[in-house]
């Protein structure tokens, strides 16, 4: 019998209130000190027991939609929804290796 599993890259970190590597990562490179990971993924506000996780698919790929909302960001517009796409410009840009990222919010 053939094993269906395969070995995979797998990034993690934890959000937590004061642990926020990911936001400050974010803020930092894109030099946009208002970004919000929890606000962004619109994490709920209610404090489940365990959190919630957040898992992104990166390989650095973005379509023209999303070069124009990275953009859009790099100038300080709103956006929501961009831990993804960022996750994918940072690949692109080879800051970050492609794979699967897990960011954990916890309470």
């Known amino acids: ?7 995979e890259t797998i990034y993690r970190t934890v ?3 004061n642990c926020i590597d990911v936001e400050e990562f974010i803020q930092k490179f894109y030099e946009n ?3 919000r990971f929890v606000a962004d993924m619109k994490s ?4 489940p027991s365990k959190g919630i996780s957040h ?3 990166v390989d650095g790929k973005l379509d023209d939609r999303e ?4 953009e859009e960001f790099r100038r300080g517009t709103p ?3 961009m831990a993804r796409v ?7 840009q080879k800051i970050i290796k492609p794979g699967e990222y897990i960011v954990d919010v916890s309470w």
Do not use: H, Q
């Open 1 to 7: 019998m053939k094993n269906p599993f395969k070995k």
């Open 15 to 17: 959000y937590r209130a």
């Open 33 to 35: 000190p208002e970004y």
């Open 44 to 47: 709920p506000s209610i404090k």
């Open 55 to 57: 898992i992104f698919g």
């Open 67 to 70: 070069r124009k909302k990275v």
């Open 79 to 81: 956006k929501t929804w």
């Open 86 to 92: 960022l996750l994918n410009d940072l690949c692109r």
